[in-house]
């Protein structure tokens, strides 16, 4: 069974940084595609940040140059390096894999999730 479990979050001044955590079980990580997910009081989910099995990146333009995906397979660990940051990306931050996926962005997409890691920015 596949389990994912955030940790890392907390609040940060803007401008501060944070680093996000999300452990895997069951699953064997370079073997899945992993995503980021963010949804802010009053709005909808967002994908921020996904990674494929090739190493492959994607980043939404709110959180482009700031942000970095990154994992450690053997340690079946995702993370999310969270640089700049801003009042806007106060939000619970969510983790996700799946198999296989053509948009990493799309939460539709995945099949497993965390359970969220909240991020106040102020």
């Known amino acids: 069974q596949v389990q994912l479990v955030e940790s890392g979050g907390g609040s940060v001044e803007a401008g501060g940084s944070l680093r996000l955590s999300c452990q895997g079980s069951?699953?064997?990580?370079?073997?899945?595609?992993l995503g980021w997910f963010r949804r802010a009081p009053g709005k909808e989910r967002e994908g921020i940040a996904g990674?494929?099995?090739?190493?492959?990146?994607t980043y939404a333009d709110s959180v482009k140059g700031r942000f970095i995906i990154s994992k450690d397979v053997a340690k079946k660990t995702l993370y999310l390096q969270m640089n700049d940051l801003k009042s806007e990306d106060t939000a619970m931050y969510y983790c996700a894999a799946d198999l296989l996926l053509m948009r990493p962005l799309d939460a539709s997409e995945y099949k497993y999730w965390g359970q969220g890691t909240q991020v106040t920015v102020s």
């Open positions: 990674l494929d099995t090739l190493g492959r990146t």
């Open positions: 069951g699953v064997t990580f370079n073997r899945y595609c």
